[in-house]
């Protein structure tokens, strides 16, 4: 547990607003099987708790370092106005190859590296976000991450989700051959001098501002601004399929994957890119449509059309939350191992089949199931439990 007197330093030190919670958004509020706890597992204060469905933080222990606001698949955490925006207009106004980026609390540690300019970033490099960072490397920066004091930090516990922020960032630059990369100086020790230089320092959260582009926006509207959050439209939804949204990290990814060209044609591990491949074994498949229902993002989709009944996936939609694998009723979605990058931008048919109502409930189901759908089936296999147990232990002579 970080002490107050230092919490209380590093707050004053970071120019962020405090965290606002929606809980609405947890996996866990959607299907408290998942039993997600990757937010506060990755909290460097111990500020977040999860029970259950229930995320609360607590304000007096939370530093705003920013890494929630990633580190939760469905963006449970949000702030109205994250200090690491005006970080692209800073580094876009540098004329300078390479940048090294240093947080508050290590300011005078930064100018070592000759061939990069030091930016200060508004907090702990730790609010950087695999998606800001392909943003600021993106197409032929080399950013270098100054993690060299990070081991005596009090956030020290943040430093594992910096290191895999980047390594996201370089997957997905390396994926699509772009020029940027994101650099650690504990992970690949730069040519440093011996004396650092702060005075080179450019201040990361003070952007000169452009009025004319301000005006624009302000009278225009941001038009556009949110079209990569708008959900896809499935043909025939399930009725009772739950809400569902991008979190604003994964909108803001696909907005500058959207420009780039197609990836070269190979097969690629999603994991390391924060996506899943996913597969459906469709001779145990019932097609019920309960793992598009519970998907977050709607990267799974399930429709009818025609009589017949089918599964579709989209991977950049895949936050890779498992919650699919957990909600299948018959054990029938699976994680492969590789995709082929061809199809990271397609929409993939994963299941599908001929299709006919339940004669118990009517909810459509595929017509390999039977008669009933497997929600019906599972309750009469129930009963049909329940009734042998009642012939086995009826008392001799008497009533159950």
């Known amino acids: 547990m970080v002490k107050l007197s230092t919490l209380v330093q590093l707050v004053e030190s970071f120019a962020a607003p405090s965290l606002e919670v929606d809980a609405a958004h947890c996996l866990n509020a959607r299907y408290n099987k998942v039993a997600c706890t990757r ?29 929630c606001l990633w580190a939760c698949p469905t963006g449970v955490f949000h702030q109205t106005y994250p200090p690491e925006d005006k970080l692209p207009a800073v580094i876009a106004r540098q004329d300078t190859e390479a940048l090294e980026l240093v947080c508050p ?6 100018g070592r590296l000759p061939e990069a300019r030091p930016v200060a970033t ?8 695999p998606a800001r960072l392909i943003e600021l490397a993106d197409p032929d920066r080399t950013i270098w991450l100054n993690d060299s004091l990070c081991a005596d930090c009090p956030l020290a516990a943040a430093h594992e989700h910096i290191l895999s922020a980047a390594q996201e960032a370089n997957a997905w630059l390396t994926l699509y051959e772009r020029a940027g990369r994101i650099r650690l100086f504990t992970e690949a020790p730069p040519r440093l001098t011996d004396t650092p230089h702060p005075e080179r320092l450019v201040d990361g959260s003070s952007p000169p501002v452009d009025r004319r582009a301000f005006l624009r926006g302000n009278l225009r509207g941001e038009a556009g601004l949110d079209v990569a959050a708008q959900p896809v439209q499935a043909a025939n939804p399930v009725s009772d399929r739950l809400g569902f949204r991008l979190p604003p990290e994964r909108v803001r990814l696909l907005r500058q994957e959207s420009a780039w060209p197609e990836p070269p044609n190979r097969w690629v591990e999603p994991e390391p890119l924060g996506l899943a491949a996913i597969e459906i074994d469709e001779d145990n498949c019932s097609l019920c449509g309960w793992c598009a229902g519970f998907c977050p993002t709607a990267a799974l989709q399930w429709q009818q059309q025609r009589g017949e009944l089918m599964i579709t996936f989209q991977p950049l939609r895949c ?3 498992d919650i699919c694998l957990a909600a299948c009723p018959t054990e029938a979605v699976h994680k492969r191992e590789q995709i082929p990058s061809g199809a990271l931008r397609q929409t993939v048919l994963l299941a599908e089949g001929e299709s006919h109502d339940c004669t118990r409930c009517g909810r459509p189901t595929a017509v390999r199931t039977g008669d009933l759908c497997v929600w019906c089936s599972h309750l009469t296999d129930t009963r049909s439990i329940l009734e042998d147990v009642r012939r086995r232990y009826r008392p001799p002579g008497g009533e159950t």
């Open 39 to 67: 937010c506060a597992d990755a909290c460097p204060t111990q500020a977040i708790t999860v029970a259950g469905p229930a995320v609360t933080c607590d304000l007096d222990a939370c530093a705003r370092c920013g890494l």
């Open 105 to 110: 609390a290590a300011r005078e540690a930064a």
């Open 319 to 321: 936050i890779d939350c």
């Open 122 to 129: 508004p907090r702990c490099l730790a609010a950087l976000s």
